[in-house]
Structure formats: structure tokens, C-alpha cells
């Protein structure tokens, strides 16, 4: 199940190995879902999460999750929350950093990992180019089922 405790981690995990800049909660939400799905979106030979047809439902939910987690972040001093017209952006803290690189679990290894391979393949595409990534995914794959 994805909570939002587990998405508090994996976002602390996910910007300790990003280029240290200001992300808004979509992109992260993209990324993290690109780097859970990694076999998918053909930066590695695996998904983080399973296998599961049904991987692209949870995409719809997990933007709570990401929220709450992010948040959560931000109350402990891991990442700073800068306000601006466009919304709010985060950026991961020194403190944020060192917890995160005290995370030393084969999931949260591997998970760097995939996040690292994420950024290189979709790093520089816009929240809105990564959006429509994922539900083109997910219609290519309804049409999969479908035509059998």
C-alpha cells in the first residue's frame, strides 16, 4: 500500500539524487512514479512495485500521498517549500540530505538507483510532457488488454 510515509521517503530519497534545484509537487509526483515503474519507462529491468496491469490506477491516487508526504518533509526541516505564482517548489535541506544518505536499505539503494536513471532518461521534460508520458503509457497499455 502506498501511504504517505512511504511516499515521504521515497521524495527524500528521490531529491537527494537530484540536481539540488526547486521542484514542484507534479514533477516530483511524475518522477517518482517513472522511477517505481522503472521496467515500464525503460530505464532498468525492473518495477519497484510489481508487475501489476493495474500500476496506472495508483497514479491517479498517489498525488494525496505525495502531497502529504511532501508536506510532512517540509514541517521537519528535510526540504524547503518556496511559494511562488505557479504554486510551491521543493528543495531538499542538508539535513534532509544526510538522513536520506543514512537510508542504506537494498530498496532504498536500488531505488536511488532507478531515480538516478530516471532523471538522466526524463530529467529535463516538464511536468505537464511527463503527465501525459504516464497516461499515454497507460492508454497504450488499455489498448494492449483490449485488443489482447
Same mark, same amino acid.
Given at each position: 500500500?502506498?501511504? @504517505? /510515509?512511504? @511516499? ?5 530519497? $528521490?531529491?537527494? &539524487?537530484?540536481?539540488? @534545484?526547486?521542484?514542484?509537487?507534479? =514533477?516530483?509526483?511524475? $518522477?517518482? #512514479? %517513472? ?5 515500464? #519507462?525503460? %530505464?532498468?529491468? &525492473?518495477?519497484?512495485?510489481? !508487475? ?25 526541516? =528535510? ?8 504554486? #510551491?517548489? +521543493? ?5 534532509? *540530505?544526510? #538522513? @536520506? !544518505? !543514512?537510508? *542504506? ?5 536500488? +531505488?536511488?538507483? *532507478? ?12 511536468? /505537464?510532457?511527463? !503527465?501525459?508520458? %504516464? ?10 488488454? $483490449?485488443?489482447?
Amino acid at each position: 500500500m502506498n501511504t @504517505a /510515509a512511504e @511516499a515521504r521517503y521515497r521524495l527524500l530519497l $528521490l531529491l537527494s &539524487v537530484l540536481p539540488k @534545484a526547486e521542484y514542484s509537487h507534479s =514533477w516530483l509526483l511524475c $518522477l517518482d #512514479f %517513472i522511477t517505481i515503474y522503472g521496467a515500464t #519507462f525503460g %530505464i532498468s529491468d &525492473v518495477n519497484l512495485h510489481g !508487475d501489476s496491469r493495474m500500476k496506472f490506477t495508483e497514479y491517479a491516487t498517489r498525488g494525496i500521498e505525495v502531497n502529504q508526504g511532501i508536506r510532512t518533509l517540509a514541517m521537519s526541516g =528535510w526540504v524547503t517549500a518556496t511559494a511562488s505564482k505557479a504554486g #510551491f517548489t +521543493y528543495r531538499i535541506t542538508e539535513s534532509g *540530505q544526510t #538522513f @536520506a !544518505d !543514512d537510508l *542504506q536499505t537494498s530498496y532504498a539503494k536500488i +531505488y536511488r538507483l *532507478q531515480a538516478s536513471l530516471a532523471y538522466a532518461k526524463y530529467g529535463k521534460q516538464s511536468a /505537464a510532457d511527463l !503527465d501525459a508520458l %504516464i497516461r499515454g503509457k497507460a492508454l497504450s497499455m488499455q489498448e494492449e488488454d $483490449l485488443n489482447g
